[in-house]
């Protein structure tokens, strides 16, 4: 079985998505494209300070239209953990900087042969990025046979939602898109940017029953948090969906 094949990243950007989350922009500093298909996944490679080599998984949130040509762009949400290893590699990480990433891995992706009339993509805190990556490729499949999205994020403050503006402004654009924050926390103030219709009190799983998940139509991808996975997934097969219609990415932390 041949290694893994490795290459470096070089920061050039970094912006604070949430009071603990990092949106952290690369391009691949070999020359060569990072040809991902939207969902997949990286792999950060890097040792502890004993020097045991360790690694970690990040979704790509890189938007790129991949019908036009492979990027070099790559683009991930970092949760920050006090005390992780992880964190202090990439909060010690200056602009310019560079690490040593393989991929793109995983079949979380979106089906060439789908033919659903509706997605449901439901997200718990960084489990949103693929779908944020996905977003050209869900236009095109709204535009070309007119499927419908419904995206369910759940954070549990408005200050925590990750790339809530992107999706907004999304949804506004394409009315076959809904967008569904659901704040476990803290609803946002009346007034405020994040304020919506769509803003619901609560965590995903509640607000299943309002979408109607239906067998006939439906495709679902679940991604994040191991215990809202598993409370959707349970869910879903309940209204109904066969287990090849519910997609799953499970994010389990680790430090």
């Known amino acids: 079985m041949s290694a893994i094949k490795r290459f470096p990243l070089r920061l050039t950007g970094r912006r604070m998505l949430a ?31 004993d020097g045991t080599a360790t690694k970690r998984s990040y979704s790509l949130a890189t938007i790129h239209n991949h019908a036009l040509a492979p ?14 290893a992880a964190t202090a590699l990439f909060e010690g990480l200056d602009e310019g900087g560079r690490i040593e990433a393989s991929g793109p891995f995983g079949r979380f992706c979106l089906a060439p042969t789908d033919a659903n009339a509706r997605y449901l993509l439901i997200g718990t805190g960084t489990g949103i990025t693929p779908y944020r990556a996905m977003l050209p490729q869900l236009e095109r499949a709204m535009a070309e046979r007119g499927v419908e999205v419904v995206v369910l994020a759940g954070a549990r403050t408005p200050q925590e939602l990750l790339y809530g503006d992107e999706f907004r402004a999304f949804a506004d654009a394409h009315p076959g898109f809904r967008y569904l924050p659901c704040l476990s926390r803290e609803l946002p103030e009346a007034g405020s940017p994040h304020a919506h219709p769509d803003v619901r009190h609560g965590y995903v799983q509640q607000f299943l029953e309002e979408i109607a998940p239906d067998a006939g139509r439906d495709v679902a991808y679940l991604c994040g948090n191991p215990n809202m996975v598993d409370a959707c997934f349970e869910a879903l097969k309940e209204h109904g969906l066969p287990v090849p219609q519910i997609r799953r990415e499970k994010y389990v932390s680790s430090k």
């Not at 990027?71 to 992780?84: F, H, K, Q």
């Open 19 to 49: 009071p603990t989350v990092a949106h952290l922009s690369f391009v691949r500093d070999d020359g060569q494209p990072l040809d991902f298909v939207p969902g997949q996944f990286v792999q950060v490679h890097f040792e502890y300070a």
């Open 71 to 84: 990027g070099d762009a790559v683009e991930i949400a970092v949760s920050y953990v006090a005390g992780g």
